[in-house]
């Protein structure tokens, strides 16, 4: 058995659902992109902090080669 002091809701969830009710669609969504775009950024700044220009090299030769602009010989293509 779970003792609780006072009943009802939690009072920060019952404060986020009256807030989220009086938001429209559109406000909804300009929130999701701007904190989708600062946690973007923030972990991009982090990754890019924690792993350096090795893994930055490695991931652009990596793009380059799939998409062929590398000046070495795809040899996965003369295969085919």
Do not use: C, Y
Request: glycine share 18%; hydrophobic share 50%; net charge negative.
């Amino acid at each position: 058995m779970v003792a609780s002091g006072a009943g009802g809701d939690h009072p920060v969830t019952q404060a986020a659902v009256e807030v989220a009710r009086g938001l429209h669609g559109e406000q909804i969504l300009t929130i999701g992109i701007s904190l989708g775009l600062v946690l973007g950024f923030v972990l991009g700044a982090v990754a890019a902090w924690r792993f350096g220009d090795e893994a930055w090299d490695g991931v652009h030769g990596l793009m380059e080669r799939l998409t062929g602009k590398d000046d070495g010989i795809n040899f996965e293509l003369l295969l085919q």
